[in-house]
């Protein structure tokens, strides 16, 4: 048999290969053509809905070319001023740019970054001491005789005395003492009082002697649960949500700077209770006992019974013993002295003796029982101590009350050195 031509085998082969290429070829290029025919016939449909949702939209992408063709065939016809020009041009830039501005429209988002701003921080704040408060070292002598003084301390007591017959209407108790010469004078001073927030004082008194044994640091802290203030205000259930924590100095001070009954109340759990600590200031007086009821009447005329009483002698023997414990223990009770001079609470007890003069005091008020009390240490010419009780018709006429009564004292202090 005859053998097959090889050159023409090859180009038999070469012949296949070139029709299955042009094949594949076709087939690639009807499947990009149908592809591309079905993307098209997709971006037509989607236009639609895209001008029906977003009209604004649509066409604006082209707007600067259109208006350009459209400038073309205008300036064949007619010129645009430049000025007319650039307004267009601001227009349209406007047109374009303003579907791309960000825009959070979103009220909980909003509220979340408010709450964000507002959370309380629960950990207690950092108490920061304020430079110390001292007393004058030395006073001068005074300038008249005993005699003459004897005469004008009675002089005083008749002042008040006769202020209270003008004002018999009010409950008034007054008690003075004089710190460098133990000197006396006391009108109504054994009379029950409700002292209010002045409690503070035998209270932290209480509080500082037990921190000189070691019982506890100021840091040791207490939790606010949102409870309200007992038997009073509370300048914690004021301003904090529940959860916020307080170091026990935190709450020493607010107590006496800003008759905190909560602030109060905090020492005193944590002392173990009034009860707990009744020993201690009883020892240092207890005239009348504030852990056991007692009957008096008030200044409407109506009979009162209950606890949580004292007097105004009781207060200027917590003030007096204070002097005394500061004097010989600093240290221990300068923070308590501190307090009382950085006191925010308003009397009427600087009115008479004026800015000039260091004066420490803690207020108290009980609103139930129109009760306003005032214990003050002044240091004047000589150093003493004032408290004030009045039950009266409003916490103004309490501090004007103050004010006149102090002003006999400061006017007796000041005629013993003219």
């Given at each position: ?9 090859t ?60 400038s ?31 825009q959070?429209d ?16 629960n ?29 004008r ?83 914690i ?8 924590q ?33 020993s ?27 606890p ?32 009382m001079?950085?006191?925010?609470k ?13 004066i420490?005091?803690v ?56």
């Open positions: 048999m005859k053998r097959p031509n090889p050159t023409f085998l180009k038999a082969v070469e012949i296949k290969e070139k029709r299955h290429n042009r094949i594949k070829i076709a087939v690639i290029v009807i499947v990009i053509l149908s592809l591309l025919t079905i993307f098209v016939i997709k971006v037509a449909s989607m236009q639609e809905i895209y001008r029906e949702q977003f009209p604004d939209l649509v066409g604006a992408g082209t707007a600067t070319t259109a208006e350009t063709e459209g073309t065939e205008s300036e064949e016809s007619e010129e645009i001023p430049a000025t007319e020009t650039a307004e267009i041009s601001e227009e349209t830039t406007e047109e374009v740019l303003a579907p791309v501005v960000a959070d979103n009220p909980e988002t909003e509220d979340a970054e408010e709450t964000e701003d507002t959370e309380q921080n950990m207690p704040d950092t108490f920061i001491e304020a430079d110390p408060v001292s007393f004058s070292g030395s006073y001068p002598l005074q300038t008249i005789s005993h005699e003459d003084r004897d005469v301390l009675d002089q005083l007591k008749q002042d008040v005395l006769n202020y209270l017959d003008e004002y018999s209407n009010e409950r008034i108790a007054f008690r003075y003492i004089n710190l460098a010469s133990n000197e006396t004078l006391g009108i109504n001073d054994l009379e029950p009082i409700v002292p209010g927030g002045a409690i503070s004082l035998p209270v932290s008194i209480a509080y500082y002697e037990r921190i000189g044994k070691g019982w506890t640091v100021p840091t040791s802290t207490v939790t606010y649960q949102g409870e309200d203030a007992p038997e009073g205000s509370s300048y259930a004021d301003t904090y949500e529940a959860g916020k307080f170091y026990l100095r935190t709450c020493a001070n607010l107590a006496v700077t800003m008759n905190d009954n909560l602030a109060l109340q905090y020492m005193l759990e944590a002392m173990g209770g009034l009860e707990n600590n009744w201690t200031i009883s020892s240092i007086s207890s005239y009348i006992n504030y852990t056991e009821s007692v009957i008096y009447t008030d200044y409407a005329g109506e009979l009162q019974r209950g949580h009483r004292t007097s105004a002698y009781d207060l200027a023997a917590y003030a007096e013993y204070l002097y005394t414990a500061y004097i010989n223990d600093p240290d221990l009770y300068q923070p308590l002295i501190n307090d001079a950085a006191s925010e308003p009397t009427g007890i600087r009115t008479a003796f004026g800015e000039d003069t260091l420490l005091h207020s108290g008020t009980d609103v139930e029982y129109s009760a306003y009390t005032d214990v003050a240490i002044i240091d004047a010419q000589e150093p003493v101590v004032l408290v004030i009780y009045c039950e009266c018709s409003s916490a103004d006429r309490a501090a004007t009350i103050q004010a006149d009564l102090a002003t006999y004292l400061a006017r007796y202090l000041s005629y013993c050195h003219s």
